[in-house]
């Protein structure tokens, strides 16, 4: 099953490169799949899921939550702040937060909703104009911005360019990460995570290396 292999291939990298056996976590991305192929990975085992848009994951989670226990999900796409209300609800960890108007958000309804998910500031690595995330130059600023906040940053998320060696922002965002004191590392995703593995990553969010092609219908 793919899943098991996956899951296999973590560990593997892990002991080649010294990592602290188990020491990389393993975010199903199920974005699009069918509710079918998810209910297959939840029947093994797994727990921990990725959903890039906050509507689909209301549609989907409140029912698969009621059939399996312990599920965490974590936001990856891009959040708009009309939907942050949603996704603090919904979600245990945001990993795309990168603007001062979504942490000023974030901060304002944390004293009404309570505790607010786990956070990742998106770092855009690459600098690509179309992509989400702060530039690595103005990350640090941001980190700091954050935590003046109260937000409970965690750790810092990227999306490597298409066309470029993945290792190299791998590793940038290692290096931003460690000079703000940060231990999470979210990165790699179904073609390079276990490059990522050797630079360093926390968690991998991997879709369709578990579940296949994704479906658009
Ligand atoms: C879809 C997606 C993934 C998973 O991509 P695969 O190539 O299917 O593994 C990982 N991270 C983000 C942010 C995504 O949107």
Redesign the pocket.
């Known amino acids: 099953m793919a899943l098991a292999d996956i899951v296999e291939r973590i560990h593997a990298e892990e002991a080649r490169t010294g990592r602290e056996p188990g020491s990389t976590r393993l975010i199903a991305?199920s974005?699009v799949q069918p509710v079918g192929r998810v209910e297959a990975v939840l029947q093994e085992g797994h727990r921990l899921f990725?959903e890039?848009k906050v509507q689909e994951a209301a549609g989907k989670w409140p029912a698969l939550r009621q059939r399996f226990d312990g599920v965490k999900l974590h936001l990856?796409?891009p959040l708009q702040t009309n939907k942050v209300r949603q996704a603090m609800q919904l979600f245990d960890a945001i990993e795309t937060l990168d603007r001062p108007k979504l942490a000023r958000t974030l901060a304002r309804l944390m004293g009404e909703l309570g505790p607010c998910p786990k956070l990742y500031v998106q770092v855009n690595t690459g600098q690509e104009p179309q992509k989400a995330g702060v530039m690595p130059g103005d990350a640090d600023g941001f980190i700091a911005e954050c935590r003046e906040l109260g937000l409970p940053v965690v750790g810092l998320m990227c999306?490597p360019p298409l066309d470029e060696e993945p290792s190299l922002h791998f590793a940038l965002l290692a290096k931003i990460a460690a000079r703000n004191g940060l231990a999470g590392l979210s990165m790699g995703?179904?073609?390079d995570f276990e490059r990522a593995i050797a630079q360093g990553a926390t968690s991998v969010?991997?879709?369709?290396?578990i579940f296949g092609e994704?479906v658009y219908g």
């Open positions: 991305v974005k990725g890039n990856i796409g999306i995703m179904s073609g969010r991997v879709g369709s290396a994704r």
